[in-house]
C-alpha cells in the first residue's frame, strides 16, 4: 500500500510505496508538534534578545545623560572662575 508524506514547509505531497524513495520523511503530528514548540521557542528568544537589546540601549543613554551632567557642571565651574563669582 502507498505511503503518503507530507511536507509541512511545502503545499507538495509525495506519494510513494516505502520511504526509501521518498526524499521527506513521514512527519507525524509529534514532528508538527515539536516545530511549532520549536517556533515558540525561537520567538520567546528573539523577544528575548530584543528587549536585552533596548534594556542595553538605555544604559548607555543613561550613562550618557550621566556624563553629559558632568560635563555641565565642570563647564558651570569653568564659567564661574572665569567670571569671577567664585
Known sequence: MPTT???TSTCVFIVA???TDCPF???TM??????????????LMTR?????NRILSQAELKTVIA?????KTKIE???SKLSGSD
Open 67 to 71: 556624563r553629559l551632567n558632568e560635563i
Open 17 to 19: 510505496t516505502d520511504n
Open 48 to 52: 528575548e534578545k530584543e528587549s536585552i
Open 30 to 43: 509529534q514532528s508538527r508538534d515539536e516545530d511549532r514548540s520549536d517556533n515558540r521557542i525561537l520567538d
Open 77 to 79: 565651574s569653568i564659567e
Open 25 to 27: 520523511p513521514k512527519l
Open 5 to 7: 508524506n507530507y511536507c
